[in-house]
């Protein structure tokens, strides 16, 4: 599917999947250093982490506001 069709939380749960991808993928070696970037602070794996922790915030900021309920109690109009 493409982004037009998704909602949002399918939108952030993609976003989270790509960013525990680049963390396996630059995840430091036995010598602390990223096999892709070869640094010992690897901004590709620190930008990823920034996502999957404001996708987290995200999920939990939606789920503290929204209705017990959900979008299926809604009165329907007449």
């Not at 404001?54 to 789920?63: G, K, L, Y």
Request: with cysteine; proline share 8%; hydrophobic share 35%.
């Amino acid at each position: 599917m493409t982004a037009p069709f998704l909602s949002l939380a399918q939108i952030r749960n993609r976003l989270a999947l790509t960013a525990r991808q680049i963390l396996r993928d630059h995840q430091p070696g036995t010598d602390g250093r990223c096999p892709i970037c070869r640094t010992s602070g690897c901004t590709v794996a620190a930008a990823a982490r920034d996502v999957i922790d404001t996708a987290e915030e995200v999920q939990q900021r939606s789920t503290a506001t929204q209705p017990a309920g959900g979008r299926l109690n809604r009165p329907r109009p007449s």
